[in-house]
């Protein structure tokens, strides 16, 4: 697979108007090797030295010169309200990514987490949002379930 653009470099913010976007979600913003589409229809081969995760707001930046924009795709996610606190704690506990707000929390659906968070009492509600949720406490950007 060709390639129009090419980047071996991330940044956490832009030093430029970007000449570029890529809109990836969650899941896609974690990546080392590999070519995507841009938003103008170019194809761009990310070759990052290691495994890295690109945070919403961030920029690669191109050989040659340019930045390209990360940003954040709508995904599914599901909505929880009620008694913030509790919930985050129980998320937190099962060390699923969260988006913490004011009035809401944001999490990837999961059945098995639906059903726990009805049983806790929270207020759920599917929304399709872009996702950017809490890094980890110990590194930089990502939460990792116990799936490994």
């Given at each position: 697979?060709?390639?129009?653009h090419v ?15 890529l ?8 990546l ?11 194809r ?6 290691q ?6 707001g961030?920029?690669?930046?191109l050989e ?12 599914d ?45 929270a ?6 949002e872009?996702?950017t ?7 930089h ?8």
């Amino acid at each position: 697979m060709t390639a129009d653009h090419v980047t071996h470099r991330y940044a956490d913010h832009s030093h430029a108007t970007p000449v570029d976007a890529l809109h990836l979600t969650y899941e896609g913003r974690f990546l080392r090797r590999k070519v995507l589409p841009l938003q103008s229809g170019t194809r761009l081969l990310i070759d990052l030295p290691q495994t890295t995760s690109l945070d919403h707001g961030g920029v690669l930046v191109l050989e040659g010169g340019g930045e390209v924009a990360i940003i954040a795709a709508p995904e599914d996610l599901l909505e929880v309200t009620g008694d913030l606190t509790r919930l985050a704690w129980h998320i937190g506990n099962r060390h699923m990514p969260c988006q913490i707000e004011t009035d809401r929390l944001l999490i990837q659906r999961d059945h098995v987490i639906r059903d726990m968070l009805e049983k806790l009492g929270a207020g759920l509600r599917d929304v399709t949002e872009p996702f950017t949720p809490e890094g980890g406490a110990y590194s930089h950007g990502r939460t990792h379930s116990h799936d490994h």
